[in-house]
Nanobody, 114 residues
Framework: QVQLVESGGGLAQAGGSLRLSCAASGSIFNGRTMGWYRQAPGKQRELVALISSVGNTNYADSVKDRFTISRDNAKNTMYLQMNSLKPEDTAVYYC????????WGQGTQVTVSS
């Protein structure tokens, strides 16, 4: 069964940090490039960071040098360390495959206050 469960969101002040986790079923995670996405109110979902199965990473310009994506292949888990948070980072964050995304999880809300 394909399953994605995001956690770790919450309320942070500008300049603060949060660490998100994504627990994935093996069928969606193994050997695949995975990504963190976010969707702010009234906006389309956007890809903010991705990591290949061997650990190569890429980031959207808006989060570069502030966010760090990582994965633990043995645990089918992916992380997003978010530092120097800004109010514009406020969104629901999701994880999924980058190519051929599977069913979306419920996401985790990140709210950054100024």
């Amino acid at each position: 069964q394909v399953q994605l469960v995001e956690s770790g969101g919450g309320l942070a002040q500008a300049g603060g940090s949060l660490r998100l986790s994504c627990a994935a079923s093996g069928s969606i995670f193994n050997g695949r490039t995975m990504g963190w996405y976010r969707q702010a109110p009234g906006k389309q979902r956007e890809l903010v960071a991705l990591i290949s199965s061997v650990g190569n990473t890429n980031y959207a310009d808006s989060v570069k040098d502030r966010f760090t994506i990582s994965r633990d292949n043995a645990k089918n888990t992916m992380y997003l360390q978010m530092n120097s948070l800004k109010p514009e980072d406020t969104a629901v964050y999701y994880c999924n495959r980058v190519r051929d995304p599977g069913p979306w999880g419920q996401g985790t809300q990140v709210t950054v206050s100024s």
